[in-house]
């Protein structure tokens, strides 16, 4: 599919609003990124939330990480938090005002009644019924008023209930097509506490409501709350706090092992171990679009602007899409093939930072050298982590130099020889090192080239796997390439 003028159009909204409540996880940034993609595409808004009225739950922390990932991942919010925005505040905790508003407008009709039952009221008449339907039985719908009296006279604080109507309730997903629930199995629900805090199934649909979203792609697992969002929109259009009903798009699950939902503890779902495990923005985001659509049959590479032209929400998949690490690296593998040398140079920075391999800024030497050996692994690394493992050797003090691998009783030998063809060289380049290590190993020794050349590897860099050899060892330098190879030999 490709961007056309009938994909245009610019009174699309969209929202991306979670609750800043434990570690970020990939399910998480696989909405924010089908519903950007889905603004982008057609040319609407995009706005970031958060939902932050459990006080008990929400913290700075896990706010200030969202705000990191939103970034990483390059979605440029149109509204929101930090940004602003004609609906402000984007903060539910900075909303009560509206939310009280809302709920007192909503009093004053037939839409809601008060409900005085507690749970375990509740519970002990389900039993006694006999019933196997979980949730409220309307009990206080039709409350006498010598019931409330007595009900306020022993203390009791009631909650609003919603009141859902007969009959049935219908939708066309967008992502599932036409979609019904019958009400008698779709409970009266809560729209406070008995505190008077307003509760999630209020605060989601009056936001939605108040910042005009049209369209509410969101996970599956939040499908069966569509019905009572829905007949709460009538009430509220009703009102006149809506001007519609948004479409509805429930996204597929994410699975993880043993055809399991994802779940946050599991170690692959941690989006924040990806970042910090080396992953390119453009490969994990690209691999997070294949988790229920496609671009093409036979194309699972492509960029983001690629995507977000081709984005279609009717075109994804609506059956659960299994999350394979082996296949995300490989997509990021494939991203760190596209990205030029000098872009690729800049990224690595900060993890060779992290390793205290290169100083914080990194100075001019340091930087000299990574840009005369970013070429020999430019094309070598399937993730940015990896530049310490593969330059470290180039960038430690030499007082820090460690070998990960040894060298062996047969090996010494080899780098012995190695050593003594290398001492007296006159010239000290890339393809006089070659000619004097094969003179002095293949053809003195007669020795293949692994068995020759890799315990001079790991004498000079610590690794039985490195960048190409010879030119490491014209980087490293003459001192300290002969330095590394005594001291491998004990």
């Known amino acids: 599919m490709t961007d056309s003028a009938l994909d245009r159009d610019p009174s699309v909204r969209v929202r991306f609003c979670p609750s800043p409540t434990g570690a970020p996880h990939v399910g998480m940034a696989r909405t924010a990124l089908f519903n950007y993609a889905f603004a982008r595409h057609h040319g609407g808004t ?15 922390e896990s706010y200030d990480t969202v705000l990191r990932v939103m970034r990483w991942c390059g979605f440029d919010w149109d509204e929101g938090v930090e940004k602003g925005g004609p609906h ?27 409900c005085f039952c507690t749970n375990e009221e509740v519970e002990a008449r389900r039993k006694a019924s006999g019933s196997k339907v979980a949730g409220y039985d ?28 007969d009959g049935e309730i219908t939708w066309t997903d967008l992502v599932r097509g036409e ?12 729209l406070c506490r008995a ?17 005009e979203i049209t369209h509410v792609l969101r996970g599956e697992d939040l499908l069966s709350s569509t019905p009572r969002q829905i007949a709460l929109y009538g009430a509220l259009v009703e009102l006149g706090v809506a001007k519609a009903t948004p479409q509805f798009g429930h996204l597929p699950y994410v699975m993880g092992q043993g055809n399991k939902k994802l779940s946050k503890r599991d170690p692959e779902a941690s989006f924040l171990g990806y970042i910090d495990g080396g992953f390119l923005p453009e490969g994990l985001l690209n691999y997070l679009a294949l988790l229920g659509w496609a671009i093409a049959p036979d194309n699972d590479v492509f960029t983001m602007a ?18 394979d690490l082996k296949k995300a690296e490989a997509i990021n593998a494939a991203h760190m093939r596209l990205i030029g040398l000098e ?26 050298t990574l840009d005369a050996a970013m070429p020999l692994v430019h094309e070598r690394m399937n993730k940015l982590t990896e530049a310490s493992a593969m330059l470290g050797f180039l960038l430690v003090d030499e007082d820090d130099f460690e070998r990960v691998d040894t060298v062996d009783e047969a ?28 003179a002095a190993l293949i053809d003195g020794l007669e020795l293949k080239p692994r068995l020759a050349f890799g315990p001079v590897r790991v004498a000079v860099t610590g690794r039985r796997i490195s960048p190409p050899l010879f030119e490491s060892l014209e980087l490293l330098g003459r001192d300290r390439s002969l330095a590394r190879l005594q001291g491998a030999l004990g």
């Not at 970031?48 to 913290?59: N, Q």
């Not at 979609?179 to 809560?190: C, G, K, L, R, Y």
Request: glycine content about 4%; aromatic content about 12%.
């Open 195 to 211: 505190n008077g805090d307003p509760l999630y199934t209020l605060v989601n649909p009056v936001d939605d409501a108040l910042m």
């Open 411 to 438: 090996g010494r030998e080899v780098v012995q020889a190695a050593y003594d063809a290398l001492a007296g060289l006159a010239s000290w380049t890339t393809d006089a090192i070659e000619e004097a290590l094969r």
């Open 343 to 368: 872009e690729m140079t800049e990224r690595v920075i900060p993890f060779l930072q992290a390793d205290g391999l290169v100083s914080t800024p990194i100075s001019t030497g340091q930087r000299a």
């Open 88 to 114: 402000a505040p984007y903060r539910q905790s900075e909303r009560r005002p509206i939310y009280d508003d809302v709920l007192t407008r909503l009093r004053g009709t037939d839409f809601v009644y008060d």
């Open 306 to 323: 690629e995507m977000y032209a081709a984005f279609d929400v009717a075109d994804v998949n609506p059956n659960p899409a299994r999350f």
């Open 46 to 60: 995009f706005v970031f939330r958060i939902e932050d009225t459990d006080a008990a739950r929400d913290s700075q």
């Open 179 to 190: 979609i019904t629930f019958q009400s008698e199995f779709v409970p009266d629900f809560a």
């Open 138 to 165: 309307g009990f206080c719908r039709t409350l006498s008023a010598e019931q409330r009296t007595a009900f306020e006279h022993e203390g009791r604080r009631p909650i609003v209930r919603f009141r859902m109507p």
